[in-house]
């Protein structure tokens, strides 16, 4: 039987939530704190989001849809992932969503992943997306 879990992480960036959302829609910012990958979205709610890369050597393109987009608030998007091995089927999405929430002048940025099946994988997401944060930490704060 599939669980379905969620890997959660959180990271407080010092920059205000405007600078932080640009660095989520920005695809030439995505790029330098995403491990490369190529981001293409018009960022409209319903339309597509494709992710294109290489990861540990092997080509990738991922996709989905904008679910959500609250400027400075939300951005939410199914996904699937080519590395992951599943047909493209709906079931086999998952939902991301980063919520920012104003701290300050800073921003707590969160990343919620639902799908996860095993406490392997929940694990494994989470030190991925704790990276991905951290590397747009250190973007954003660069340029304060």
């Known amino acids: ?7 959660t992480s959180t990271v407080r960036i010092d920059a205000p939530a405007t600078e932080v959302w640009k660095a989520l829609t920005t695809p030439s910012l995505i790029k330098l704190y995403f491990f490369g990958t190529e981001a293409q979205s018009d960022w409209q709610v319903g339309n ?13 393109e991922d996709k989905g849809i904008i679910i959500a987009n609250e400027p400075n608030r939300l951005l939410r998007y199914s996904y699937w992932s080519s590395m992951k091995g599943t ?4 079931e086999n999405y998952a939902n991301i969503s980063y919520i920012l929430t104003p ?10 992943q639902d799908g996860v099946e095993t406490e392997k994988e929940k694990k494994q997401s989470e030190q991925n997306w704790v990276k991905v944060l951290h590397n747009m930490k250190d973007l954003l704060e660069k340029k304060a």
């Open 87 to 90: 047909p493209d089927l709906p």
């Open 1 to 7: 039987m599939k669980m379905n879990m969620t890997a």
């Open 48 to 60: 597509p989001i494709v992710f294109k890369g290489e990861w540990n050597g092997q080509a990738y």
């Open 103 to 112: 701290d300050g002048a800073a921003t707590l940025v969160t990343v919620a």
